[in-house]
């Protein structure tokens, strides 16, 4: 599935795996401003704090990092991302910036499966952006390479599950999860942690969880509710009022005090002035895509369950 975010010209694309990889892929983000007009502000790039390991693909221009925590350009200090690089699980949101057009390709990997997949722990990487190069083994480089050279996204796609689909293959028979909404996966990753290996203790568990993944399972837990204020936020930016209360409810949260704190702990930014800048901010794409694609597939799903319904 492919979605769109459009304030500009500038392309961007999302699209969700087969069930049979959600369990391993979260999702593939693309961006393409090649040819568009974008302005200084318009070239900077808003990310929430991930638990996700990222592998990025820079196809065209470059990246820079700002200073660890940094939402703004006020020390004018920036580290340049390499081409192909590892966005490790993040406590904390970040900002980009691209000094010209750019052409990213950005695969999401959940953190328990890129360690099954690599043997690589998250947690020793936690908060950093390394080079791939030296990270992955020599099998792994010359797929990094391949999709780094093929013609378009389409094909990178294609290359992306025709190498991890055999490799994850094992794996998934004793993983069920298949949706990419990321408290299911939580929800999922506390069971299987529960029910694999010695030990079933809360803290064996919890201990278990964090290996996993880099992150203890009440930031998870927290992480994964607040998305969901995320998913709203981006359907309510098309609408005038916004019922604070509401969206704490259904995100299930205590109260709208709760609700604002860990909005802010996950962006960086108040709920209302998160709801204007996807508004209108172009740097904040990444939160429009998450928010309509969980509206475009809350729709699919409600019209798949009454498409079943028997006549």
Sequence with gaps: MVVHAPISNARNELWLPPPAMASCIRAIMMRDTSGVPLSKEQRFNRFPVNPGCILLWTVRGEFQLLAPGEQEDRSRTRTVVPALSLWAPSTRPHSAWNPAACHSFALVLLPDAFAALTGITPLDYLNRVVPLEGLLDAEWMSWCQAVQQAPDDKTRIELVLRFLQPRW???????????????????????????????????????????????????????????????????????????????????????????????????????????????????????????????HQHHYRQQTAKDALPE
């Excluded at 293959?169 to 942690?193: C, F, G, M, P, S």
Aim: aromatic fraction near 10%; charge should be positive.
């Design 169 to 295: 293959q094992h794996h998934k028979q004793r993983n069920k999860n298949e949706n990419w909404i990321l408290k299911d996966w939580v929800q999922y990753l506390t069971t299987h942690a529960a029910t694999s290996s010695l030990g079933k203790s809360v803290r064996q568990v919890e201990r278990r969880i964090k290996s996993w993944t880099g992150r203890p399972l009440r930031e998870l837990r927290g992480i994964g509710r607040a998305e969901q204020v995320l998913f709203e936020l981006a359907i309510s930016s098309l609408e005038e009022n916004t019922n604070w209360s509401d969206i704490a409810s259904k995100s299930g949260y205590a109260d709208q005090s709760h609700l604002c704190r860990q909005v802010k702990a996950l962006t960086g930014y108040s709920p209302e002035a998160l709801r204007s800048h996807i508004i209108s901010h172009e740097a904040f794409w990444p939160y429009r895509m998450w928010g309509f694609c969980h509206q």
